[in-house]
């Protein structure tokens, strides 16, 4: 008997074990169903979002912002929102902001350029090499970023097209750390934020923000309280929330209706999963006589 | 003696001038250190090319023998092959490059973008499933957990602010003061351990880098 007693099981000990292709069932109905019928929940805007918000806001136009993208086609439901997000903030207000964007994922560079694309390009008309510029990938990780701090353009010599930086007019007279106004940082883990902060921020002081996947915010959240990062952006929450203040509608804000549901779910399932095995708990001590 | 003493003395030479350089990035001193890392740079690209170099072989091995899953390992082979050809191929070429629409971004657009995601997504499923089944309250400690985590999840999306009203501060609150209280004694227990093992790798008290 799946009980362990000589009886035949009960209905709730049949749902307890119920398979679980029934819970993968509910997951996807209410995932899909607000992806087609939005119900544009209000999203408020969470005290770190608004501070990444205000750290880009307080540097001067015409700023050169670092920008890289360390994530790969794993994270990209909750990070790619994030970086179209931002960029719609760089290039929004016209404040002639320079951005250098890289990844130190194999895998990121690729999904960068597509985002620089749809945005920088499409929507704001920028230019590539003038406006913005992506510097592809470079394995080394903690290395890649400390060498930055010596030269930018040794430890990047190409772009991610293999282009000669030195031919490029947004590279003209960028040096290391000391030429960026703000460091921007997409993260799903490691090398990202965390080596960021340590080789980075506390060697070379310099201004950053991060974003980064839900999973992986906790990580972070001792440096934003330190003030080594300036703001975060946690999951596709906080893309949306910031897609919330830029006033910029996108995708994150549309799968948050989803999200919510799929939370929900789970914590249903949670409920409902201690609810039988309290009850299944207190039968089987009823059937041996003892008391609950 | 002297192949356990050269190998000490070179990490305790390059480890030591890392560690210097760090508290005092002084001129020409600096400047052998960033030299260093160049070095370093160089070293892991060719760390690549012996990692490639490597899949090769096991999976050759494998495809040989008739190893169990054989098969997996030719399509491995296969897709490596396909995908480092048409990334190396020179730009100028009809089939080269990165831009929009060659052959290797459209491989890696339509086929390793939705391959990477449907892998990650699949754990919302598993998720869900899991806590169903696992997260029960059999104790205190458990049921702590589980409440909280409720909490977490709720405050997390929009949706919470509407049928639990301040769970998005409450939530707030667990992440910045009770998560990061114990986060931080993580953090720094793990920075000691970070050092200690540094420190005895450079003084040569361990040596990950050759055998005695």
């Given amino acids: 008997m799946p009980n362990g007693l000589d009886k035949p099981e009960t209905t709730l000990e049949k749902i307890e074990r119920m398979d679980r292709r029934i819970v993968f069932l509910a997951i996807a109905i ?68 320079k951005v250098i964007g890289l990844g130190l994922f194999p895998a990121g560079p690729p999904l960068l350029q597509k985002a620089f694309e749809e945005v920088a390009v499409d929507q704001y008309g920028a230019e590539y090499g003038k406006d913005f510029v992506n510097l592809g990938y470079k394995e080394g990780r903690e290395i890649v970023m400390a060498s930055m701090g ?32 703000i460091l921007v940082n997409v993260s799903a883990g490691y090398p990202g934020t965390k080596e960021w902060v340590q080789q980075v921020v506390s060697v070379f002081d310099v201004l950053m923000v991060s974003g980064t996947t839900g999973v992986s ?17 946690e999951g596709l929450k906080g893309a949306a929330e910031y897609e919330t203040l830029i006033e910029e509608q996108g995708i ?35 059937d041996r006589g003892g008391r609950f | 003696m002297a192949r356990r003493s050269i190998p000490t003395a070179i990490a305790f030479f390059f480890g030591a001038m890392m560690v210097v350089n760090y508290f005092v990035p002084w001129g020409w001193f600096s400047d052998r250190a960033n030299q260093v890392q160049e070095w370093g740079l160089i070293v892991v690209a060719f760390a690549y090319i012996l990692g490639a170099l490597n899949v090769m072989r096991v999976h050759g091995h494998k495809i040989q023998r008739k190893e169990e899953d054989w098969r997996f390992s030719i399509v491995t082979i296969i897709t490596m092959v396909v995908m480092l050809s048409f990334g190396l191929m020179p730009e100028h070429w009809a089939i080269g490059g990165m831009e929009r629409g060659s052959p290797f971004l ?46 977490v999840m709720i405050g997390a999306v929009p949706l919470g602010g509407i049928l639990l009203p301040g769970s998005m501060e409450l939530r707030t609150w667990i992440m910045e003061t009770l998560q990061n209280v114990g986060k931080r004694g993580i953090m720094i227990g793990v920075a000691l351990g970070a050092i200690s093992t540094s420190l005895k790798i450079i003084l040569g008290i361990e040596r990950p880098y050759g055998r005695d």
């Fill in chain 1, 30 to 97: 209410t995932i899909i169903l607000p992806l087609i019928w939005p119900l544009g929940l209000p999203i408020g805007v969470s005290p770190q979002v608004d501070d990444f918000h205000e750290a880009i806001e307080s540097i001067p136009d015409g700023s050169v912002v670092l920008f890289p993208n360390d994530y790969d086609p794993a994270s990209k439901a909750e990070l790619y929102p994030m970086t179209v997000a931002i960029l719609h903030h760089f290039f929004k207000e016209d404040r002639n902001l």
């Fill in chain 1, 150 to 181: 010596e030269s930018i353009p040794q430890t990047f010599p190409t772009d991610f097209f293999g282009t000669s930086i030195d031919s490029l007019p947004i590279m003209q007279g960028i040096k290391n750390y000391s030429d960026i106004a």
């Fill in chain 1, 217 to 233: 915010a906790p990580e972070y959240y001792p440096y934003y309280n330190s003030g080594q990062l300036a703001g975060m952006l």
């Fill in chain 1, 252 to 286: 994150a804000t549309s799968g948050m209706d989803a999200q919510s549901l799929g939370h929900l779910v789970i914590i249903l399932f949670i409920i409902a999963g201690n609810v039988l095995f309290i009850l299944n708990k207190r039968n089987k001590n009823r």
């Fill in chain 2, 106 to 151: 459209w491989m890696f657009d339509n086929m390793y973008v939705p391959m990477m995601a449907t892998m990650y997504s699949l754990l919302a499923f598993f998720i869900a499933s899991a806590a169903f089944r696992a997260f029960k309250v059999r104790s205190l400690e458990a049921t702590l957990l589980a409440v909280t985590a409720v909490i």
